[in-house]
């Protein structure tokens, strides 16, 4: 009989933690963006595309989000192209608590494909460093067709000193924390890239916490093969959640909330 009282003391505890395992989650919308699509493939290597892979990584994305009680909105859930502005533009208009957008490096020197890999998070800010320069310019290329020099620096110049530049940096760091703890519980020789400031038109507009993930060099074939696998990509999108949960739950603690 005392055995059954612990058991069932046992019982009601268990359920206790799970009925409140964890926050609600209900209110907060995710905005995730998968880069490129239509003409635009985004970087190529090997055979493969950006524009593809981005694709599969923002569905392992929309799934893991979804299981820690969170709602989603994808930019794009199938091959179409997004004007400048219409991806920010969406997680204004849905009130978004934050916006991902999800690509995959490259870089144009094929001497040295083998040398260069790395996952990197980036957010809006305008920078000398000529890597993170060089990643926004390609990045930026498409995205940018038919818009002049002037409005660019208009659009860019619009944003830069905005509130949101201190939350996205933040948001940055734990998601790039989030995505190494992850990827290297599996794969040990993974590469941090860290977190870089990078002017991306993509992320102009954004008046919520926005960054960027670089996931990995389609042009280095370590990286290349890791990516297109469903183990890696899961990896990459728990990490990414991880590091959103964690940055959601600080910012609540701030707010004293
Ligand atoms: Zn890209």
């Known amino acids: ?46 055979g493969k595309q950006e524009k593809a892979l981005v694709l599969q990584v923002v569905q392992k994305l929309r799934k893991e989000f979804k299981r820690k009680g969170y709602r989603v909105y994808l930019t794009r859930g199938n091959d179409t192209f997004l004007k400048l502005g219409e991806r920010t533009r969406i997680a204004d208009k849905m009130d978004a608590k934050v916006f991902i957008s999800i690509h995959a490096n490259a870089i144009a020197d094929k001497s040295r494909f083998e040398a260069v ?6 957010f809006l800010q305008k920078t000398r460093d000529a890597r993170s320069q ?11 067709q038919g818009t ?28 790039q924390h989030g995505i190494m703890r992850q990827v290297k519980s599996r794969y040990k020789d993974a590469v941090s890239g860290g977190v870089r400031p990078a002017p991306f038109y993509v992320l102009v507009g954004a ?8 996931v990995g060099y389609i042009t280095n074939s370590k990286e ?34």
């Open 1 to 46: 009989m005392q055995y059954l009282k612990y058991f069932l003391t046992g019982m009601v505890a268990l359920l206790l933690v799970t009925a409140c395992g964890g926050p609600d989650r209900s209110d907060d919308l995710i905005v995730i963006d998968a880069g490129h699509g239509g003409h635009d493939c985004g970087a190529q290597c090997g």
């Open 117 to 122: 890999e790395g996952i990197e998070t980036y």
């Open 134 to 144: 060089r990643v926004a310019a390609r990045e930026n290329a498409a995205v940018l």
């Open 148 to 175: 002049d020099a002037l409005s660019k620096d208009v659009i860019i110049d619009s944003v830069l000193n905005g509130p949101k530049i201190v939350e996205s940096n933040k948001l940055a760091i734990d998601v």
């Open 207 to 214: 008046s919520r916490p926005s960054i960027l993930v670089e």
């Open 224 to 257: 290349r093969s890791r990516l297109f696998t469903s183990a890696y990509q899961e990896r990459i999108a728990k990490g990414i959640v991880e590091g959103v949960s964690r940055y959601l739950d600080n910012r609540q603690r701030d707010l004293g909330v």
